[in-house]
């Protein structure tokens, strides 16, 4: 099967136990794409049976997730829908339901073993140098004892009767034929001793009855498929069409993307989670053009792309069997063309809000005036914050005055540096092109370079020696506020402070 002409029906599936993942992110991506794709259905279904593991918390840290990458589902929950409910611990009568019809086949047996006795067996299986797993040991109690027992309240699970010989295959999308002997899987708990179905047994109900044509998920599940697809068999159930992706490698392309967030000693942080992109200021657009890019592409010099054009060019057959590498140099350089592409009004409005995080008073009128400064040099969106702070306070932080010194030159010659500059400044009209000619010339009169009366202005005024262009930062400013801040340093410089 490849990419469908009829509309498709997916689901993304997390289980709440965490953070959303980038790496979810990437599937719940496809997902939505192949729906889109097709005209069909984009799903969200929360896997809840895990209830020793589950964060309600994950669950708003998910939809604002999605929500912030642009993926709206079509049912789920928030939305409701025709196959609901949405969360598994509210399908429990359903998954009862289907799991007496598979002890009336005799398609899976009540394992009544203590959970001291199945610790004992994996000890003995680790000493004869054997894998960890179930010596099915109740597989053959006849089906009226085995009921009996359960009746006097005896504690059990229900394991799926996998066939003892033979083998199953699948077919997948990406990877082709994959077969795995029956031997080799273990007969698997669907339901606990507490009524709770575990992920295989509630996964198969709930996509079968939720009409999936399509499952799209993690290489990792490859080794679970012969358990679902004897599920699906046992049922009667047609399965739906699976896509297993390899996993997202880490930026070094060594091994796998860590599920948690690093620092590098320079102090970048290397974000995983959906809400630290969203912090950090990547625009959904352009993580979701490059989302879609890490492991899959539309041809081998495409990579720019609308998320409509993504839509439009999206196809299953194109994913890569190769795992990818997560590389954030091209996800900043993703971004910062998608910055570099928004009106300065759009920029300047998804700036404020990082702004006001930081505790600046930033005003809407002033930040209109530098965007056009620092829209090339930026990033991340919360990159502007260095770059305009000093607008935005009355007095500046105490900074080291040799910022203030160029190359070739001492702390001695700044304060009459800054008392000529002031003296060009106090006469000036305050726009950037008079400002720019007016302190040229006043340096080349008094035989300095440009440079050297520039870095002493630029510090005195803005504290740091990286900061927006000179000259529209002085007009930004103005002049009593550029005036007041030289005055600053030349009481310090006085004062060798």
């Known amino acids: 099967m490849t990419t469908p002409s009829k509309a498709a029906r997916v689901r993304f599936a997390p289980s709440p136990t965490g953070f959303f993942h980038v790496g979810g992110a990437r599937t719940a991506l496809y997902d939505y794409l192949l729906a889109k794709k097709t005209g069909g259905a984009f799903i969200i279904r929360i896997e809840d049976t895990d209830q020793k593991r589950y964060n309600p918390k994950a669950v708003s840290n998910l939809l604002e997730g999605l929500r912030y990458l642009g993926l ?38 009540r394992c009544f073993c203590t959970p001291e006795r199945l610790a004992q067996v994996n000890q003995e299986r680790q000493k004869a140098k054997l894998g960890p797993g179930y010596d099915r040991a109740c597989r053959n109690i006849p089906p009226d004892q085995s009921a009996r027992r359960a009746e006097a309240g005896e504690p059990f699970v229900i394991r799926l009767k996998v066939p003892l010989e033979g083998s199953m295959t699948l077919h997948d999308i990406i990877k082709g034929d994959v077969t795995i002997e029956n031997q080799m899987v273990q007969d698997a708990v669907l339901m606990k001793s507490n009524g709770i179905p575990t ?8 996509d079968h009855l939720m009409e999936i044509t399509h499952i799209i998920r993690g290489d990792e599940w490859v080794s679970s498929f012969p358990i679902h697809l004897h599920l699906y068999n046992y049922l009667g159930w047609e399965p739906p069409a699976f896509v297993h992706m390899s996993v997202i490698l880490n930026p070094s392309g060594k091994g796998k993307m860590s599920k948690r967030e690093t620092r590098a000693p320079d102090g970048r942080v290397y974000p995983v989670f959906l809400h630290t992109f969203k912090e950090m200021g990547y625009l959904p657009d352009a993580l979701f053009n490059y989302l879609a890019l890490v492991g899959w592409s539309y041809d081998d010099k495409t990579e720019i792309m609308t998320r409509e054009e993504l839509i439009e060019r999206f196809s299953l057959e194109r994913i890569s069997s190769s795992p990818a590498a997560f590389n954030y140099e091209k996800l900043d350089h993703f971004n910062g063309l998608y910055i570099r592409n928004l009106t300065v009004e759009d920029l300047t409005d998804r700036l404020m809000p990082y702004l006001e995080a930081a505790g600046l008073k930033a005003d809407r009128e002033t930040m209109l005036k530098i965007t056009p400064a620092i829209q090339e040099r930026l990033t991340v969106l919360s990159d502007a914050i260095a770059w305009v702070d000093f607008l935005f306070v009355d007095e500046l932080p105490a900074y080291d005055l040799n910022l203030l010194v160029p190359k070739k030159m001492s702390l001695a010659d700044m304060p009459g540096i800054l008392q000529n500059a ?76």
């Open 422 to 497: 002031r003296a060009i400044l106090a006469g000036a009209d305050f726009s950037h092109d008079a400002l720019d000619t007016a302190l040229r010339e006043g340096a080349k009169a008094v035989g300095l370079k440009a440079g050297q009366m520039f870095q002493p202005i630029r510090v005195a005024v803005c504290g740091k020696k990286v900061a927006p262009p000179l000259f529209d930062t002085l007009e930004v400013l103005g002049r009593e506020t550029v005036l007041k801040r030289i005055d600053s340093a030349l009481e310090r410089l006085e004062a060798g402070a």
């Open 199 to 206: 992920y295989h047994f509630a996964v198969v109900v709930d």
């Open 72 to 109: 709206d589902w079509d049912e789920g929950p928030e939305v409701g829908g025709d196959y609901g409910p949405y969360y598994q611990t509210q399908r429990l009568e359903i998954y009862q339901k289907y799991i007496q019809e598979l002890l009336a086949k005799d398609r899976v047996y």
